[in-house]
C-alpha cells in the first residue's frame, strides 16, 4: 500500500479526511542582499492571518517529490522540517528542514502534518 493511501480516509459523511494541511512553498527567507536558504517561507492554506498560525507552530513538513531511480521499490522521497515561527502577518510561516530545499522546489506543494499536537 503507497504512503499516500495509508493517510487517507472517510468520515460518515463519505468526504476525504488527509492527516495533513497543503502548504506551498514560496522561497527563502531573505534580506535586502543574501539569502538564508536554512530557513524556507511556506504560504499555509486557508491562513491567512498572524494569529490563526499559531496552531501550525510546531508541526512537522514534509516536501515529497520524485527521484529518478528507485530506493526501496519506491521513486518517492521525502525530505522532513518543522514549522518554527510566523513571517509577516498574512499567513506565511517560517520552516526549518533537516536538509535544506532545493531551490527547484519553489512553487511546489509540501505536506503539513497534523502532529505533534499542541492543544
Given at each position: 500500500?503507497?504512503?499516500?493511501?495509508?493517510?487517507?480516509?472517510?468520515n460518515g459523511f463519505g468526504q476525504?479526511?488527509?492527516?495533513?494541511?497543503?502548504?506551498?512553498?514560496?522561497?527563502?527567507?531573505?534580506?535586502?542582499?543574501?539569502?538564508?536558504?536554512?530557513?524556507?517561507?511556506?504560504?499555509?492554506?486557508?491562513?491567512?492571518?498572524?494569529?490563526?498560525?499559531?496552531?501550525?507552530?510546531?508541526?512537522?513538513?514534509?516536501?515529497?517529490?520524485?527521484?529518478?531511480?528507485?530506493?526501496?521499490?519506491?521513486?518517492?522521497?521525502c525530505m522532513w522540517g518543522r514549522?518554527?515561527?510566523?513571517?509577516?502577518?498574512s499567513g506565511v510561516v517560517r520552516?526549518?528542514?533537516?536538509?535544506?530545499?532545493?531551490?527547484?522546489?519553489?512553487?511546489?506543494?509540501?505536506?503539513?502534518?497534523?502532529?505533534?499536537?499542541?492543544?
Amino acid at each position: 500500500m503507497d504512503a499516500v493511501e495509508e493517510l487517507d480516509c472517510e468520515n460518515g459523511f463519505g468526504q476525504k479526511i488527509n492527516g495533513y494541511a497543503k502548504g506551498r512553498f514560496l522561497g527563502f527567507k531573505r534580506g535586502q542582499r543574501a539569502q538564508h536558504e536554512n530557513t524556507a517561507l511556506i504560504q499555509l492554506e486557508n491562513v491567512n492571518s498572524k494569529e490563526e498560525t499559531t496552531y501550525y507552530e510546531g508541526k512537522r513538513v514534509a516536501y515529497l517529490f520524485r527521484a529518478p531511480t528507485a530506493k526501496k521499490g519506491s521513486n518517492i522521497r521525502c525530505m522532513w522540517g518543522r514549522i518554527t515561527r510566523p513571517h509577516g502577518n498574512s499567513g506565511v510561516v517560517r520552516a526549518k528542514f533537516r536538509h535544506n530545499l532545493p531551490p527547484s522546489a519553489m512553487g511546489s506543494t509540501v505536506r503539513v502534518m497534523m502532529y505533534p499536537s499542541n492543544i
